[in-house]
């Protein structure tokens, strides 16, 4: 349909096509994305194989299913005057302000979490002492937490919810975070059983937060397409004020979606790299506030002009290269999109990519573990240890790559310290890429 691909949905990709051909993550699939993201990439993998349409229904039907599970909890809750559907609608609109909204995310899996745990950690003092409920809101914070690592931070959301709704606060606040624990313990009993523990602790659990984020787009094209979204957050939160008080339940649930807005920012600018879907976290609270704005219209004309004039803010910045508004409205997102494939020559074989261009990948297969480079400097950034040349060896030997592209100018020593393995490896036409003659 036009829309190009993308290096990440490639990643997800590569992560289920390994895991489908029955080699284990983290073990023999060196990556970090996280585990349930990872199951959920195998099982589409397993179903449809590799199929960007496949991955791009299944988020659209994930947006879908977040605006409306968030919607029909504020409307359980009564957290407003009355029932309304504008917090669905927004939440939709503003998820479809950039291509990356196609895109199935650990981000977007774990967000759906998060909505679903939202039910369990509000009700304690409308439903009494029901803290079975309490567990159940940590066990689903911890399946977000094991689709997309930071989300860890929504621990404190349901601290505050504690706070502001249970009675007992240190117990509830014990249940909560054993139902958290719960997943996470089951899993790395399962991972120890496997053999897989120490690489999962190494590439996913211990991993260092980066705190310093790299934009893959652009700062300036990232607040072009987070604008809109910002001016209405904006708008809603100074209208928030000068709207008259609720009722104490509406007031605490209002307090705990200002802890969830701060969280969701955090979480959006603690991602290793920040782009526009960074912000993606944030739309359950966008979709909250904004009823706030809407209500303080007092003509229903002015509401329809301003959403009108909204929707097509939204419709012009996503479709501006359609439109012919891309000269004039120009979004740099290079970055995540995949170049042709710089050597046409390799298609349907097997190939390993010394280095962080996984580009070669899309009509190929990857062999050994190596899939994310910076991962695979265990061994390849300590060649001068035995240890890494000779886990280098072992893993050649269990599958060696019909071709590899020597992005990173690693050949020469490869093949001074493992003839045995690298030197079946001649030079091609092609710069960087060699192919296996036995």
């Known amino acids: 349909m036009g829309i190009p691909a993308t290096r990440p949905e490639l990643l997800f990709m590569l992560v289920g096509e390994r895991m489908a051909d029955g080699f284990a993550m983290y073990r023999d699939v060196y990556d970090n994305t996280a585990p349930l993201s990872a199951f959920f990439y195998w099982i589409i993998d397993l179903l449809t194989g590799r199929s960007y349409l496949a991955y791009r229904l299944i988020a659209a039907a994930l947006l879908l299913a977040q605006a409306l599970i968030f919607n029909a909890t504020l409307n359980r809750y009564q957290v407003y005057a009355s029932k309304n559907y504008i917090p669905a609608l927004l939440y939709l609109v503003m998820g479809s302000i950039t291509m990356e909204s196609d895109m199935l995310t650990p981000l977007l899996i774990g967000n759906t979490f998060i909505i679903l745990s939202l039910p369990y950690l509000v009700t304690m003092a409308r439903e009494g002492l029901d803290n079975s409920r309490l567990f ?4 689903i914070l911890g399946l977000a937490a094991l689709s997309y690592l930071p989300l860890t931070l929504f621990l404190l959301v349901g601290a505050f919810a504690i706070i502001f709704f249970a009675s007992s606060t240190f117990r509830s606040f014990l249940l909560m975070l054993c139902g958290f624990a719960f997943p996470f313990i089951v899993l790395m009993t399962y991972y120890l059983y496997t053999g897989a523990l120490s690489y999962y602790l190494e590439f996913q659990l211990l991993q260092p937060w980066h ?8 700062p300036a094209d990232i607040i072009k397409i987070v604008a809109i979204p910002g001016l209405v957050l904006a708008l809603a939160l100074f209208s928030m004020a000068s709207l008259p008080q609720r009722l104490v339940f509406q007031v605490k649930f209002q307090q705990l979606m200002v802890v969830w807005l701060v969280v969701s920012l955090f979480v959006a600018l603690t991602r290793t790299e920040v782009s526009a879907g960074s912000f993606m976290v944030v739309l359950p609270t966008l979709g909250y506030f904004s009823v706030f704005f809407f209500y303080s219209f007092r003509k229903v004309w002015m509401l329809n002009v301003f959403f009108m004039l909204l929707l097509i803010g939204v419709v012009v910045l996503r479709y501006r290269q359609w439109l012919g508004l891309s000269s004039i409205l ?6 995540l999109l995949l170049p042709e494939n710089p050597a046409p020559e390799i298609s349907g074989s097997t190939v390993l990519v010394l280095g962080d261009d996984i580009s070669y990948y899309e009509h190929n297969k990857i062999a050994t573990p190596y899939l994310n480079w910076q991962l695979s400097q265990r061994h390849f950034g300590n060649l001068k240890q035995y240890q890494s040349v000779y886990e280098i060896y072992q893993n050649f030997r269990n599958e060696a790559p019909a071709y590899i592209v ?13 003839p045995s393995v690298f030197a079946a490896y001649e030079p091609t036409q092609t710069t960087a890429v060699y192919k296996r003659n036995r």
Request: aromatic residues 10%; without cysteine.
């Open 211 to 218: 705190l310093k984020p790299t934009f893959i787009v652009p």
């Open 406 to 418: 020597d992005k990173a100018g690693l050949m020469k020593e490869l093949k001074y310290k493992l």
């Open 330 to 335: 120009s979004v740099n997102e290079s970055a």
């Open 136 to 139: 159940i809101g940590g066990f």
